[in-house]
């Protein structure tokens, strides 16, 4: 069973930074990327990457957020700068290959104004 695990998540204020990790079990994925979700509303996309390291971003995040992998490690990360209290959020792990769709336990995010 592949299991992914987040880390790195925390209260910060306002204009600050926080970097998130995310590494697999096992398996290698040709795709990862990180997800958020605030109560009430739907999961949606921060940013992903390819194992080839072909990246997108939320429009939210662009300019802010960058997303690496490093494949030796089987690990992802977020680095967020310039955080805002919008960003705060429930920040999940996703990672994709052939069998399908793996997430992490989710990491908390907490941005004060």
């Known amino acids: 069973q592949v299991q992914l695990v987040e880390s790195g998540g925390g209260l910060v204020r306002g204009g600050g930074s926080l970097r998130l990790s995310c590494t697999a079990s096992?398996?290698?994925?040709?795709?990862m990327g990180w997800y958020r979700q605030t109560p009430g509303k739907q999961r949606e996309m921060v940013a992903s990457i390819t194992v080839t390291g072909a990246s997108i971003y939320s429009d939210r995040v662009k300019g802010r957020f960058a997303i690496s992998m490093d494949n030796a490690k089987n690990t992802v990360y977020l680095q967020m700068n310039s955080l805002k209290p919008e960003d705060t959020a429930d920040y999940y792990c996703?990672?994709?290959?052939?069998?399908?769709?793996?997430w992490g336990q989710g990491t908390q995010v907490t941005v004060s104004s």
């Open positions: 096992a398996s290698i994925f040709a795709v």
């Open positions: 996703l990672g994709t290959n052939h069998h399908g769709n793996f």
